[in-house]
């Protein structure tokens, strides 16, 4: 298996909502990576996590809330968003948890917020 | 030809014509590049790496070249085929305290024309 699965692959939430984006992977990684991309932009990091600990946090708010709940799967949990935080939310992992390697991502989650 | 504005730029081409990408980093102490595809409704997917010890990276049609003097690194295409039509992103990797922060640049939208 050599694909980062990422579910929902579209998401429409009201800002009162609280929903949650998965991201799966079985190649082994020990990185995984949250990145946000707004249309004709490139993506941004938000969060790195190695060795299931988190490592990298760029300053994101704290409506969006990061999980690895073991090597294999990473979780953005998503409470009271406002519409700009509409975006394609894409997950990514890395083989050796250096972050210094390519990355390996899904097809990302469309988010609409009303 | 290439146009460069506050949108994406675009490159557009002809099926067969030889392409050249350019890219400019902004990290001297970036010592990893990539360059990745993002076709639309997709993640992006790694075309081709150069570390900062290299200046030449050939691959199947593809070749990065890297001039750290002026931070800059370059994608070119042999042989373009409507398939390359994309975005291509490069992305440079450098040492935060520890931790590896992978960041992408604007990207171009390529166009290959039949």
């Known amino acids: 298996d050599t694909e980062v699965t990422q579910t929902p692959k579209h998401l429409v939430m009201g800002m009162t909502n609280k929903k949650s984006l998965k991201c799966e992977q079985h190649?082994?990684?020990?990185?995984m990576y949250w990145y946000k991309q707004k249309a004709k932009k490139p993506p941004e990091l938000m969060f790195v996590?190695?060795?299931?600990?988190?490592?990298i946090n760029e300053s994101v708010p704290s409506r969006f809330s990061p999980e690895c709940p073991n090597s294999s799967l990473l979780n953005l949990h998503l409470h009271a968003l406002q519409p700009e935080d509409s975006a394609l939310y894409l997950c990514?992992?890395?083989?050796?948890?250096?972050?210094?390697?390519?990355?390996?991502f899904g097809s990302g989650t469309q988010l609409s917020v009303l | 030809g290439e146009s460069v504005g506050l949108h994406l730029p675009t490159l557009s081409v002809q099926e067969g014509d030889n392409s050249i990408i350019n890219c400019a980093y902004s990290?001297?102490?970036?010592?990893?590049f990539i360059w990745y595809k993002q076709e639309s409704g997709k993640g992006p997917q790694f075309i081709i790496d150069?570390?900062?010890?290299?200046d030449k990276r050939q691959g199947q049609r593809v070749t990065v070249l890297l001039n750290k003097t002026v931070k800059h690194l370059s994608l070119q295409i042999a042989a373009t085929q409507p398939g390359d039509s994309a975005v291509y992103f490069c992305a440079e990797n450098f040492d935060s305290g520890g931790s590896y922060i992978p960041t992408f640049g604007r990207g171009t939208s390529l166009i290959v024309h039949p």
């Open positions: 190649m082994g990684h020990r990185a």
């Open positions: 990290n001297s102490a970036s010592d990893y």
């Open positions: 990514a992992s890395s083989p050796a948890g250096t972050g210094n390697e390519k990355l390996f």
């Open positions: 150069i570390r900062s010890n290299m």
């Open positions: 996590y190695s060795y299931e600990k988190l490592s």
